[in-house]
């Protein structure tokens, strides 16, 4: 991933392990639970915090992860897969 997408998936991953929330591509109405994506990375972010084509590196980093996890981590990469 960092071959292809170099410091902007650095970037993206740093950002997801700092978060408390579930990462998602549209928050729920009046959800306190959720944190999306795209308003971190996507159009609606700062222009200096934006990524070309945010949704497809996220939609390649869940197949890797889909691909390479197993047992219970399998399952949760599934179940948020979905949500992608």
Partial sequence: MRAK???EVDKLLSWAVK?????V?????????QIAWPDAFGDGA???D?????DG???????YL???TTGEGAMMVWKHGADC
Avoid: C, H, W
């Fill in 5 to 7: 997408y170099g410091e």
């Fill in 19 to 23: 978060q408390r929330k579930v990462i």
């Fill in 25 to 33: 591509k549209e928050n729920e109405p009046y959800s306190d639970r």
């Fill in 46 to 48: 700062e222009i200096t």
């Fill in 50 to 54: 934006q990524i070309d084509n945010i």
């Fill in 57 to 63: 590196i996220v939609g390649e980093l869940m197949a």
């Fill in 66 to 68: 889909m691909s390479f």
